[in-house]
């Protein structure tokens, strides 16, 4: 069974960086894509970036374009983001979730059937 575990969450000031990362165990092969999400209080679920495992290729959502990288490791098992110039509004419970199915590109929620529990990030300003 697949299970996702995140880390590397906490507070940090406005400016200030951050990395998260993704353990992906349980299953003898990697997920198609896998992605990260953000929830702040009072908000919607949403997409921030995504991976193609395979390809390597990348998405992001506009308002975290040139401040957010998603990663993996060589084997394909720990899924990173590392987050600079983080803003008050950044503040949300991360998630990173899995898929096995083809296509990555919308970060769409519903798509992804795999979810680790989150981790907390809180920008300070």
């Known amino acids: 069974q697949v299970q996702l575990r995140e880390s590397g969450g906490g507070s940090v000031q406005a400016g200030g960086s951050l990395r998260l990362s993704c353990a992906f165990y349980?299953?003898?092969?990697?997920?198609?894509?896998w992605a990260w999400f953000r929830q702040a209080p009072g908000k919607e679920r949403e997409g921030v970036a995504s991976?193609?495992?395979?390809?390597?290729?990348?998405y992001y959502a506009d308002s975290v374009k040139g401040r957010f990288t998603i990663s993996q490791d060589n084997a394909k098992i720990t899924l990173y983001l590392q987050m600079n110039t983080l803003k008050p509004e950044d503040t949300a419970m991360y998630y990173c979730?899995?898929?096995?199915?083809?296509?990555?590109?919308?970060?769409?929620?519903?798509?992804?059937?795999?979810w680790g529990q989150g981790t907390q990030v809180t920008v300070s300003s």
């Open positions: 979730a899995a898929k096995y199915s083809p296509g990555c590109g919308g970060i769409l929620q519903l798509d992804f059937p795999y």
């Open positions: 991976i193609a495992t395979g390809s390597g290729t990348s």
């Open positions: 349980g299953y003898n092969y990697s997920p198609y894509c």
